[in-house]
């Protein structure tokens, strides 16, 4: 049996009578994964982020960590876990250095790992500094060291490389891997960007409108997302459209040198391509339309045309 | 359990990393500081070296005192605010709130360990506010000169006193606004609230609206009763309910933040009884705490106190209001006494007098102990009373002089031709200080007994219905031919008071309304006096008759205008005295007017002047003598001096001799301010005050009396020298034409 680090069995949340937020959420997190919460904002992944860390209480009983009722751990489960909800929380009059200390002081761990934990972000340089005379990324990264300081076993990550510029966000990437891969972290990361969690989780689910639409590894999503949808500007459009016709789904021309079809998957494409020029076609431009993210966004799309 | 204190603690810390650079516990002890530096100032700056004769008190302790004002009105409420809506902006700006909720922290941690950050912000700025007022107080006695009585020592236990009263008493106020804060995000709010609630209470005052539990006001309560208990306790009663209504406060306000709503905090029957269970017993405390107590009766009736005095006094007399009979003499041991009264008292005001200099009023009757707690420097005195009628004693010493608009109407004589207007400004008066009567409570919550209510509330009424007989005597006067009716309310009114009610003839103002309902229906041209004696004597024998004929001869003798008129009147009534006590005082009180009148020898005593010789008027015969009676200490003494110089050197030429006679217990005081006036008014010093006030029925001063060339009389109560009948009435003593 797997062991599960996060579990909820139909996890429901509602303001108010009428409105649910959260219906029959039921994830499993297993150990030692990375584990992407994707959905579009406002889809209850900070609901889910905030009843997973207890911030707001749970309407009933239906969250496990560490295979134990999460109601019954509060408070001290955190001592197993760093969490960064939302917006970064920071005191922004103090420096780097005594947020961390802050925060070594609860958890009750010695003041040297604050250093570690600071090199481990890239902040060392900084950590004498205001954080309020931080960038909006290295107050991100300030605040995943706080997250991190700890050593926890689980981390709960809400939308971790939110504003971070594209280095940023490799760096924090990587970090997260490293941790998962050398230290066992198990992590739980929520994100609206498919690419952010395609590039680093094991497992993945998705969620809108508060309700479950995947779950499984990443290997399970790309099947799921079998086909692959690529435009062509192609020369003499017009003749290529029947035979591509025959040996492919949803041909359509769509201007006058340019055709979409569907083929198995990206994998394909060389072949296809290779196929192509075989056959002296004047090929200019192979363009990827629809791939995860598509399927993502008409996984997504389609709730809301149900609702409708 | 052990876990939730560790845990607590480390929140404590954190909190305290936390708060790094934000000065907090800096801007405490700069508010403590800032009231008694700026109270230092304005006394280098204001201070006159002037000494004022005072009772002895501590240095330090009076500085502090006069900076508890400001800093429990204003600063430290002010501080309140500002600390815990800083503490917990801290997390509201920043998401901390989130952050402390996932660490392995409980709640109660969280919450606690801020409120007690703001409780140590407190308590340093309370530090810093004693601290700093002893070392104003300390630099400032190099600058100003120190009144000689004012003792030095530090007043260690007292400032204790303070300190966790002032603690004690923020507590309700901290509490209040630490749980808006934490509930609502925004800062403004928090502020806006603490504010309204500060400034509401200077709002109400003036109106008596404020209630005893009123957060702020049981603050400022501590500058108005900077002692504290009467009863000797350590905390008053507004401190406890600063504590049990804290409590039941803190108690919900922690839990709705624990379960985010209020809701939530108590939905389920286990959470809705514990909350019961905290109200019912710390409401049912404050309920408790609240309910006024009225002091038991004691089963004998005594008199007993201390006085905190250098000098030795010897007896307390008691003496009761209207016919000044001694009721008890008191022996005095070592400044102490205690005397069971063994006859019956009732229960009235009356005047307590030691050793004939000092005196004070006292209520109290049957069944009652009075303890007076007297302190006495010189001619300055100060006396509490308490015991079974300390609340009663301390409302006669508060009355407050009641503005009402009736009187300002009769007064003014506004509306006199729209009695309906006057009438209902009477009623309305009536009312609204009969239940004021109600209202009174000491610091330790206790009330006047019942009887002193009443007692009060009929002379409330007796002052009401004054009103109305003067109304009636200015309508008659001026519209002859009109009815006034008072209608149903002065009826309301009317019922409301007997007219037969011996206990309140201690009160002349009862005695006038009694005359006035007595001389009501007779319409004879003779004047009032003859009317009221006329229709008192026709009341039936008993000690009611006896005291209103007691005031009424002498309300007569006073007025009457020759010597002759007064002795006819005296000889015609005295013998319708019952009691016989009545119709020797009368005689005294005649013999004294007689021997006070005008051609009478003026009494012979014996002084000093500043050269230290012995004189006496027998010196200044046949000249005339104007004597101005004063001492040093006495304001208005100080205050008619000027004009009775002015006169003694405008009529140094004509056959007269001003004199000014103190009565000073202090000669040196008395000689050095002597030695500082004109020269043409001889000063003296009365080589026995005591035997001069008897002679010459001293009863306040200045006072003003002229002799003729003979030795006797002329004037013996001269009007004061700054009003113009003076100057009239010495020109036509000293035969002088009136001036042009």
Redesign the interface.
Known sequence: MTDYIIQTEALNFQYSKDKKVLENISIKVPKGSIYGFLGPNGAGKSTTM?LL?????EQGNAIKLFNQPLQKQL?????K?G?L??????????SGI?NL???A????ISEEKIHETLALVDLTQDGKRKAKQYSLGMKQRLAIA?ALLSEPELLLLDEPVNGLDPNGIIDIRKLLIRLNKEKGVTIFVSSHLLSEIEKMCTHVSIINKGKLRFEGTMQELSKAASFCKIQITIDDAENWLPKLENSYSNVKMIAQNQIVLNIQNKEAIPDFIKNLIAQNAAIYEVKILDGLEEWFMTLTNEKRTDEN | MKINISNFITALKAEHIKKRGTGMYYTSAIIGAISPILFFIVLLIESTDEIKSELPYNYYLKFIENTLQPFAYFFFPLLIIITVSRITQLDHKNGGWQLMETQPTQKFSIYFSKFFTVLIANTISIIFFVFVSILCAWLLSFFVTVPKMAIMEFPVIEIIHTGTRLFVASLLVTIIQFIISVLISSFIWSVIIGFFGLLLTIFLKPFDLVPVWYPYEILSKIAVNHKGSDLGYWFTFTEYISVTLGIILLYIGFNWYRYKTLKLAFNSPLKISKLFVVIFFFGGLTYWLLRPNQMPDYDKTVFCGRIESSEKFQNIYIKDNTIQDTIAVIPIKNNEFHYVLKEKVITDNYTFIIDHKFQGNVFFGQQDSIYLDGKIAESKSEFKLKGTRLAENQMNDNAKVNWNMASYYLQENVNLDKPQIIIEAIYKGWKKETEAANTFKTVDNYIPKNDYTERRQKLITTNYLNMWNDLLKKRSALYPNEKTNGGPQIVEIQKKLSLTDESLLSSTDYFDYVKSQLIAKNNQDIDENTKAVLAISKLKNGSFKDKMLFWQISKSIEEASTSNERNQFVAKYNSQFSNNDYRKKINNLNAIAESLGKGKPAPVFEATNVDGNKVSLVGLKGKYVLIDVWATWCGPCRQQSPYFEKFALKYKKENIQFVALSTDENVQKWFISAKSKSKTVLQWHTDNSKLFATNYDLETIPRFILIDPKGNFVNAKLPYPSDVSFEILLRKALHLPEEG
């Open positions: 905030r860390t207890g911030i707001i209480p408070p001290f489960v955190f001592s876990v969490s909800v939302e917006s970064p929380a920071l005191y922004l009059h103090l005594d200390r802050y925060i002081k609860l958890r009750g706080m």
